[in-house]
T-cell receptor, first 114, second 113 residues
């Protein structure tokens, strides 16, 4: 099993450009998540999907959109990138298993907006 | 509402010394608690989790944590630090049957030779 995969690993954008971060999991999990990680801020939830076809805003959704394409894939789109969106983005997935949801993380996408 | 507070954004210990990373939680419901580790340029990996089965939880790589309800704490310890333990550690909390978790701001552990 590959677990959770993310593409691309690195990306540099100019202000105003758009891009989509891709995430896929092969663990048949229902729940998927997008986080951003900034120095001294920990991980903050951007968007969340409890199942195929549903999405909900997290703590910091402004400037982002998401699509839960199917059970495996959950993409994050920046329509008009801003320097404040420079961050490391992590995708995660989870499933109810023996009394707990345990999240599994991808390797991250390091995004720089100039 | 739930939250976790990690005391100390950076902790330095000598190789072979005790590692103690502090985490206090706030939760209006009985919590589940987690410690995750992030090695440089990698994603997060689960170290251990508390689900109320036992207050002392053992994880991978020799780490353990003790749930203390009276102190609302879930501190992470390892008896003897190794250079490979240098990483960032995150404490996290969720409610029972909640599929979202709240992360602390992280503690970067430095190991001194």
């Amino acid at each position: 099993n590959a677990g959770v995969t993310q593409t691309p690993k690195f990306q540099v954008l100019k202000t105003g450009q758009s891009m989509t971060l891709q995430c896929a999991q092969d663990m048949n999990h229902n729940s998927m998540y997008w986080y951003r990680q900034d120095p001294g801020m920990g991980l903050r939830l951007i968007y969340y999907s409890a199942s195929e076809g549903t999405t909900d805003k997290g703590e910091v959704p402004n400037g982002y959109n998401v699509s839960r394409l199917n059970k495996r894939e959950f993409s994050l789109r920046l329509e008009s990138a801003a320097p404040s969106q420079t961050s490391v983005y992590f995708c995660a997935s989870s499933e109810w298993d023996i009394g707990i949801y345990e999240q599994y993380f991808g390797p991250g996408t390091r995004l720089t907006v100039t | 509402a739930q939250s976790v507070t990690q005391l100390g954004s950076h902790v330095s210990v000598s190789e072979g010394a005790l590692v103690l990373l502090r985490c206090n939680y706030s939760s209006s419901v009985p919590p589940y608690l987690f410690w995750y580790v992030q090695y440089p340029n990698q994603g997060l990996q689960l170290l251990l989790k508390y689900t109320s089965a036992a207050t002392l939880v053992k994880g991978i790589n020799g780490f353990e944590a003790e749930f203390k309800k009276s102190e609302t704490s879930f501190h992470l310890t390892k008896p003897s630090a190794h250079m490979s333990d240098a990483a960032e550690y995150f404490c996290a909390v969720s409610g029972r049957r909640d599929d979202k978790i709240i992360f602390g701001k992280g503690t970067r552990l430095h190991i001194l030779p």
